[in-house]
């Protein structure tokens, strides 16, 4: 499954372009504001991002810049309305890859994300370590000396998390969102169940992590050796 982040405010575009991508296995994280798209890209694991530039508290050229200036290289889409050439340029030069301008067809828009996942992204290709375990998420398998346990996508996406976050506190609704969307219900004791299934596989292979539960708040991944 790959999983994108969409920053526009038109809600009912964001509904078509989210069931556009659906049928590919794309799944669309859509926010309309820049500060709620920085605080979800800081937490869960995006293959690309698509971008509109007129929202509510900015233009989402600052998002992508900021991002560029950070160091992260995720594979961006500018979709605008604005489509004079220096309009482009600007997003080129932000750090875009690619540009469309609205209006669209569908078909091109799901064209050009599908390119961007195409692209080769260091930080795609990275396997989280922590302590003893590490991710494989190509395979979808977490490691612990000779042993694996394959994982399913939500056990996936929220040990990804929690490995990139080692010994940080994570909020449980960033790990619902990075389980099942922003967009999903979630049940109350959905993810409770993922932690618990991830908890039988660490014990299957024999790693010292743990995942702590720090009430109140959400949980983390500890390495106790780390601790002494």
């Known amino acids: ?79 605008t309305a604005r489509n004079a050439l220096h309009d482009r340029v600007n997003g080129l030069e932000a750090g875009a890859d690619d540009y469309l301008s609205k209006p669209f067809a569908m078909e091109e828009m799901v064209a050009r994300v599908k390119a961007l996942l195409r692209r080769p992204v260091e930080r795609q290709s990275l396997e989280p370590v922590c302590g003893d375990l590490v991710l494989q998420p190509a395979s979808n398998q977490i490691c612990c000396a000779d ?3 394959l994982l399913s996508q939500a056990e996936l996406q929220v040990l ?14 960033l790990l619902e969102a990075a389980a099942w969307g922003f967009s999903e219900a979630v049940t109350p004791n959905a993810l409770d169940v993922v932690l618990h299934r991830i908890r039988k596989k660490l014990a299957a292979i024999g790693s010292h992590c743990q995942i702590v539960n720090v009430r109140g708040v959400g949980y983390a991944l500890i390495d106790p050796k780390m601790l002494k």
Not at 24 to 52: C, K, N
Request: with cysteine; net charge positive.
């Open 1 to 79: 499954m790959n999983r994108i982040l969409l920053l526009e405010d038109h809600k009912r575009l964001a509904l078509l372009i989210s069931k556009g991508l659906a049928p590919t296995g794309i799944v669309v994280d859509s926010f309309e504001r820049i500060d709620h798209a920085w605080q979800a890209l800081q937490h869960l694991p995006y293959q690309a991002m698509v971008l509109d530039r007129g929202v509510p508290d900015g233009d989402g050229l600052n998002l992508l810049q900021r991002l560029r200036d950070a160091g992260n290289n995720i594979p961006c889409l500018v979709l």
């Open 147 to 149: 042993k694996s346990q």
């Open 160 to 173: 990804f998390v929690l490995m990139r976050k080692s010994g940080e506190t994570v909020r449980h609704n």
